[in-house]
């Protein structure tokens, strides 16, 4: 018997899985979870009178010429008279074509710099751009996000409690959540929604058990599913699933990253040193260099209060922008109501004469990738550190279990991440 002809089918690109139908074939191929080095699932459906069926599933390396023998082969036994070879070679091609496709290059003409970069919610976030949200444990990050989350889901167009909310700020936000549970979040989102007046509002949310890298052709399919533009990755380290303090793992979570067509909002733990004048993000430098936009939260709360204030303090700021003032919120407790309102930002450092010369030196470490000598750490401080004192306290911070700087064969200190 003769093979059926093929002709030139209709392609729908999605994130990570492409679709090719032949109408007049009643043939469907899925190519899903593809990656950079060609390897995807296939998955081939023919509808009949019996209706849709599925003809033969596999993993395959497209580049494969063994590959397209073994579809081949499985294929004439289970389907109709149709050119495989045919089929397999244009799947290949296009899928292959498609993904080094790239990015195009773009001219910084006339059109651009026109306005600036939008901000996904002004004052806190870029739009397009991976923005950080930061704190020690048990911070109320979760209810903070929470609150951002509603903010950005809601048509919620005026409010009293400081967000800039206008028609443009609607969003789709999709929750990825490596910590907490859909019960503990979906209960802190009705309190905030009861305790605010505000109409009730289903947030699409996932749990999420792999890494980032390791799941994204996943939540490419839920992100696409949801219609998301913006995702909140709670949190990093468990996002990231491998030693914070590495640069490949930096590297492969924002690879995973780009992958998806969104503003990603990230929430990461405090480093070491929680007790000195200023923290940073857990973990590699490059968690800092790739966001421009970075807030460290700050929680002040009594014992047994019903009352808690959380201030935002902008750490760095966008490339086209100054940094900004703190911003506070204060969220009252009433049994099954949470109420949300301005506050007065509690204090962002220590004061001089509280701060000791530990705090010192780890601010002038913390604030540099260089390895500096004692000298230099003494001149870059400004702050009236004295030789002796200096000696001491490196020393004894070198003997930590734990210890927050190093020494390296050159005699220079670093701040260990």
């Given at each position: 018997?003769?093979?059926?002809?093929?002709?030139?089918?209709?392609?729908?690109?999605?994130?990570?899985?492409?679709?090719?139908?032949?109408?007049?074939?009643?043939?469907?191929?899925?190519?899903?979870?593809?990656?950079?080095?060609?390897?995807?699932?296939?998955?081939?459906?023919?509808?009949?009178?019996?209706?849709?069926?599925?003809?033969?599933?596999?993993?395959?390396?497209?580049?494969?010429?063994?590959?397209?023998?073994?579809?081949?082969?499985?294929?004439s036994s289970r389907g109709p008279e149709i050119d495989w070879q045919t089929v397999l070679t244009y799947i290949a091609r296009d899928t292959i074509a498609h993904l080094r496709e790239g990015e195009p290059v773009v001219?910084?003409?006339?059109?651009?710099?026109?306005?600036?970069?939008?901000?996904?919610?002004?004052?806190?976030?870029?739009?397009?751009?991976?923005?950080i949200i930061y704190a020690d444990r048990s911070s109320a990050k979760t209810l903070f996000i929470t609150l951002i989350d509603l903010a950005l889901s809601l048509p919620w167009y005026t409010n009293e409690i400081g967000l800039n909310i206008t028609p443009q700020d609607y969003h789709k936000v999709?929750?990825?959540?490596?910590?907490?549970?859909?019960?503990?979040m979906g209960w802190q989102k009705e309190c905030i929604r009861r305790g605010m007046n505000i109409e009730i509002c289903d947030i699409p949310y996932l749990h999420c058990s792999r890494s980032l890298a390791d799941d994204i052709s996943h939540i490419q399919h839920k992100v696409e599913e949801v219609k998301a533009d913006v995702v909140i990755i709670d949190s990093l380290g468990m996002a990231v699933g491998d030693d914070l303090?590495?640069?490949?793992?930096?590297?492969?979570?924002?690879?995973?990253?780009?992958?998806?067509?969104?503003?990603?909002?990230?929430?990461?733990?405090?480093?070491k040193g929680i007790n000195t004048w200023k923290r940073t993000v857990y973990g590699n430098a490059y968690y800092e260099n790739e966001a421009r936009s970075i807030w460290e939260l700050k929680k002040r709360q009594d014992t047994n209060s019903p009352e808690l204030t959380l201030t935002m303090h902008h750490r760095k700021p966008p490339p086209f922008a100054p940094?900004?003032?703190?911003?506070?919120?204060?969220?009252?407790?009433?049994?099954?109501?949470?109420?949300?309102?301005?506050?007065?930002?509690?204090?962002?450092?220590?004061?001089?004469?509280?701060?000791?010369?530990?705090?010192?030196?780890?601010?002038?470490?913390?604030?540099?990738?260089?390895?500096?000598?004692?000298?230099?750490?003494?001149?870059?401080?400004?702050?009236?550190?004295?030789?002796?004192?200096?000696?001491?306290?490196?020393?004894?911070?070198?003997?930590?279990?734990?210890?927050?700087?190093?020494?390296?064969?050159?005699?220079?200190?670093?701040?260990?991440y």
């Open positions: 018997m003769t093979d059926v002809s093929v002709g030139k089918p209709e392609i729908s690109y999605g994130l990570a899985r492409n679709t090719f139908e032949w109408a007049d074939l009643s043939l469907k191929v899925v190519v899903d979870r593809i990656t950079e080095d060609g390897k995807s699932e296939l998955y081939f459906y023919h509808t009949n009178t019996a209706g849709t069926v599925l003809l033969h599933m596999g993993q395959a390396n497209l580049l494969s010429s063994t590959m397209q023998s073994q579809f081949m082969k499985s294929l001219w910084l003409d006339e059109k651009y710099g026109k306005k600036p970069p939008a901000y996904l919610l002004p004052p806190f976030f870029i739009k397009n751009a991976a923005n999709l929750y990825l959540d490596w910590e907490g549970s859909a019960e503990i303090n590495l640069t490949k793992p930096a590297f492969n979570f924002f690879a995973a990253l780009r992958h998806l067509p969104v503003t990603p909002l990230i929430v990461a733990h405090t480093a940094t900004h003032e703190p911003i506070a919120f204060l969220f009252t407790f009433d049994g099954n109501r949470i109420t949300v309102e301005s506050a007065t930002a509690s204090p962002d450092t220590l004061d001089d004469n509280k701060r000791t010369v530990e705090d010192k030196i780890l601010n002038v470490l913390m604030n540099t990738e260089k390895r500096l000598s004692q000298a230099e750490i003494i001149h870059e401080s400004k702050e009236g550190l004295k030789d002796t004192s200096v000696a001491k306290t490196l020393q004894r911070m070198l003997k930590k279990k734990d210890p927050e700087i190093m020494k390296d064969n050159n005699g220079n200190y670093f701040f260990v």
